[in-house]
């Protein structure tokens, strides 16, 4: 591939690995919270310009993959009833629920659309008034303001056939939570730089200096990760635990103002479920009081959801950066992305897939020493 | 679908009660909803995220990145039209459980 071969012989990413190379003296484990970014660095090979000790492990930043079972399955049933029309992001299609996916809905007759933005669904339920028009919103906080307009302008404008389907999940609690888990080898973050645009990163400090961690709030790019690490590395190898900003071009202390009030007028927090993790308390958003008529979960009574996750999968040990995705005996096997088991294999950001599109069929040992073997060409 | 990307607003309209711009993204176009970003005026570069810009960012910046991201394939995902994302899914048959181990009956 053109693009990577260029990156990795590009003079600044060089000069960032050498840099790395020449900071660390121990092994680092780095946790990438964000889904873009693990699909970025393992895309790109940035794992494998890094000295084999340091580790990045692969968070449960991806919204399509933490999403629970349960709710896939509300969605399919909602999705499946008549006068129904269901729209979502298309990375939701084929989420596997314990039957079926929202392909397969569609396929059976069911009105099921792919918007790109959620405002699509708020017109679709404008110009369809005989219509109950559902948005399936899931997303971290990149995606809420989006979601909370949506509904916002439903009630503006008085559409009485919208409806939200909500799964919103939220950064920091998770943090908190791999930080409290028992067994955590995690010893710094990356944060995602787009879920900080919107939220600023105020709410991090608390957290570096509870866990004394550093957490540095890192683009998608190539080189912005590259930067993201070798900042998290310096802190590490100082024994400083800070929130660093290295994302300044998108990212602001307190992020979008106008965003943030909006979302505390709609949402509220509340625990939420994170598929293969289980609850973590105070870590999503439902609808507020004064929306709650918005919500496709009241509107819809689904009831009678049994659930089953198939027994092979250990997505929650991938998610938690418990085990590597190849270490998975499942993994390009019985699962593939054509034939998902769990959801970390579906979505191109879930880190299963990313390392099955990407040829990472090795163990941990294999993988390590292949990084060291990279290592040597960077330095060269 | 984290991905944020940067486009230049050609244009700014009044939808009802919504600022819309019309914002260009190397080539493709698409309806953006700038209410979160009050400052962002006809010419600027701002970044969004499903179909609302939620910061803004310097020209060289944002050319930079979408060069990064068209270079990356992940571009034409991110604009990609229902059509498109129908026909990716498509692509991708599935059983969500082809040994039958999780079937719940
Ligand atoms: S490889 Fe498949 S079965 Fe194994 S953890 Fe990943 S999604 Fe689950």
Redesign the pocket.
């Known amino acids: 591939m053109k693009y990577l071969t260029e990156f990795r012989n590009g003079e600044v990413a060089q000069r960032m690995a050498r840099e790395i190379h020449q900071l660390t003296t121990r092994p680092w484990k780095i946790m990438e919270v964000c889904g873009g970014q693990t699909h970025s660095i393992i895309k790109n090979g940035i794992d494998q310009m890094l000295p084999a000790c340091i580790e990045m492990v692969h968070g449960p930043g991806c919204p399509v993959c933490v999403t629970p079972l349960e709710l896939i399955d509300k969605a399919l049933a909602i999705a499946a009833q008549p006068g129904v029309i269901f729209c979502s992001f298309g990375d939701m299609l084929r989420v596997p629920g314990t039957n079926g996916d929202l392909f397969q809905v569609k396929g059976r007759g069911g009105d099921v659309r792919v918007v790109y933005s959620p405002l699509d669904a708020v017109d679709l339920a404008a110009k369809n008034p005989d219509r109950q028009v559902v948005f399936f919103g899931v997303g971290f906080e990149t995606t809420a303001p989006a979601n909370a307009m949506s509904v916002h302008l439903a009630k503006r404008r008085g559409l009485r056939n919208f409806s939200l389907l909500v799964s919103h999940v939220l950064v920091p609690p998770a943090i908190e939570a791999i930080m409290s888990s028992q067994g955590n080898q995690v010893q710094a973050f990356l944060a995602a730089g787009h879920v900080c645009s919107v939220m600023g990163y105020w709410e991090y400090p608390p957290l570096a200096e509870k866990f004394k961690i550093p957490i540095v709030v890192t683009g998608f790019e190539p080189l912005d990760l590259l930067d993201g690490i070798r900042r998290a590395v310096r802190q590490l190898e100082e024994g400083r635990h800070e929130v660093e900003n290295a994302y300044p071009r998108v990212v602001t202390f307190e992020g979008n103002r106008a965003a943030q009030s909006l979302l505390a007028e709609v949402f509220e927090v509340t625990d939420r479920a994170w598929r293969g993790i289980g609850v973590i308390p105070k870590s999503g958003w439902r609808l507020s009081e004064a929306y709650r008529d918005f919500d496709a979960e009241e509107r819809f009574q689904i009831s009678g959801i049994r659930t089953a996750e198939?027994p092979?999968?250990?997505?929650g040990?991938?998610l938690r950066g418990a085990i590597k995705?190849a270490q998975?005996?499942?993994?390009?096997k019985?699962?593939t992305p054509r034939h998902?088991?769990?959801?970390?294999?579906?979505s191109s950001e879930?880190?299963?897939a990313a390392y099955?599109n990407y040829g990472r069929f090795l163990s941990a040992e294999e993988l390590a020493s292949a990084g060291s073997a990279t290592s040597g060409e960077v330095h060269a | 679908m984290c991905l944020a990307i940067p486009g230049r607003v050609d244009e700014i309209i009044t939808e009802g009660d919504l600022r819309v711009g019309k914002v260009n993204f190397g080539g493709v176009v698409k309806r953006v909803c700038l209410d979160y970003v009050p400052e962002v005026e006809v010419g600027d570069y701002t970044i969004v995220h499903v179909g609302f810009a939620i910061s803004k960012i310097d020209q060289e910046s944002a050319e930079q990145t979408l060069a990064d991201f068209r270079a990356m394939g992940v571009l034409d995902e991110e604009l990609a039209s229902e059509d498109e994302a129908f026909a990716r899914a498509a692509d991708k048959p599935q059983s969500p459980c082809p040994d039958g181990s999780c079937d719940p009956q």
């Open positions: 198939s092979l999968c250990h997505s040990d991938v995705p998975c005996p499942a993994f390009g019985q699962c998902p088991l769990g959801a970390t294999m579906v879930g880190a299963c099955y």
